[in-house]
């Protein structure tokens, strides 16, 4: 690999984590999951505001054994991954961040907004994307009307309870 | 032509396949799947201000997650070329409830009824996809992830804020369900 990514970073860390990442061959693989994670979430229908609110009027199992299922085979992966200690292809050792708690409030007022958000959208944010993709041109208009619920949240952060 | 790969997929299939996304994403370069902070990291691409929140090195620490995204429409664009056209199958019960409400368009992924350029000013069409985007934009940044990264990393991590935003989805979603839709689109 002769790509050389010069970071104006050399904080502790940054000079080993940052090039590998910008690798052009490891974002290729990304994009080849992301490609891949579009595609089931159009064919599992969860990008549907049919099937959100399916799930929202407890009138199908469907969405919840999506859900369930997919929680559970992470949740084993990760298992696994410990059990083995397993290291990443680009050599860490795997770890997930724990979330800090806090008083907990970002969590149960954040989460409540985004779930009225959810429903009326009736897509998450990367559903958002693929519905783009599957030809729901005005989600384009969403997609931006998040981004700015986002700078606004950024905007309001030092004064919102976390 | 009915094939696997052009037509949905049973919950036992496409869930799994979901959660394997997980793992793929620590291995591949330790990375914890969650979409939602893709939109800090616009923000802090476009349109950072003077936002301390935003000034960081969105490069660094999300240019993957972005190449991802945009994976994300592709693999929707794919998705839907090589599909058939067809009405999403939800239950009677749910059709009922919709017919209802006065959606009667079940063609398509979503209702032409709420998410059309045409219907983008009525004032249901701007609640489902203005406010209703807003809404996802706000709360997924203030709670810190979504579905994949509280409900499908943060769950299968056993993580108690992302149990708590989980509460906190449901708590939203049947709140807007059941008092803001019926009077959205009941009212119209």
Not at chain 2, 62 to 76: H, P, T
Not at chain 2, 136 to 157: D, E, K, P, W
Request: glycine share 14%; net charge positive; proline share 4%.
């Amino acid at each position: 690999m002769t790509t050389q990514v010069v970071s104006e970073f050399e904080g502790c860390g940054a000079a080993s984590s940052e090039p590998q990442a910008a690798r052009p061959a490891y974002l290729t693989v990304y994009l080849l999951l992301g490609v891949a994670f579009g595609f089931v979430l159009s064919r599992s229908e969860v990008i549907s505001w049919f099937r959100i609110q399916e799930m929202f009027r407890f009138q199908s199992f469907r969405m919840y054994g999506i859900i369930g299922s997919a929680i559970a085979t992470a949740a084993l992966s990760i298992a696994l991954i410990k059990w083995a200690g397993l290291k990443s292809v680009s050599g860490e050792s795997i770890s997930i961040p724990p979330k800090s708690l806090g008083s907990g409030i970002r969590y149960a007022a954040g989460g409540a907004i985004f779930g009225l958000g959810w429903a009326l959208t009736g897509a998450c944010p990367g559903p958002l994307f693929a519905l783009i993709g599957n030809g729901v041109s005005v989600m384009v208009v969403a997609v931006v009307s998040a981004l700015a619920g986002a700078w606004i949240y950024g905007w309001a952060r030092p004064s919102l309870p976390h | 032509m009915t094939c696997w790969l052009t037509t949905e997929w049973p919950w036992y299939v496409a869930g799994p396949l979901i959660g394997l996304f997980v793992p793929a994403l620590l291995i591949t370069g330790n990375k914890v799947f969650g979409i939602s902070s893709n939109l800090r990291h616009l923000c802090a691409a476009i349109v950072p201000g003077k936002v301390e929140y935003f000034h960081y090195d969105w490069k660094k620490t999300g240019l993957w997650n972005l190449v991802f995204l945009a994976g994300v429409l592709i693999g929707g664009f794919l998705a839907f070329h090589s599909g058939a056209a067809h009405d999403v199958a939800v239950s009677a019960a749910t059709r009922n409830s919709l017919l209802g409400l006065g959606i009667h368009d079940f063609h398509g992924v979503a209702p032409r009824e709420l998410f059309t350029w045409r219907t983008l000013l009525t004032l249901r069409g701007f609640l489902s996809v203005v406010v209703g985007g807003f809404l996802v934009g706000f709360g997924t940044a203030y709670a810190g992830g979504c579905t994949s990264g509280h409900a499908i990393s943060g769950l299968a991590n056993f993580e108690l804020p992302s149990l708590i935003a989980v509460i906190g989805f449901f708590a939203g979603g049947l709140a807007a369900t059941y008092f803001i839709l019926p009077f959205v689109l009941g009212g119209v």
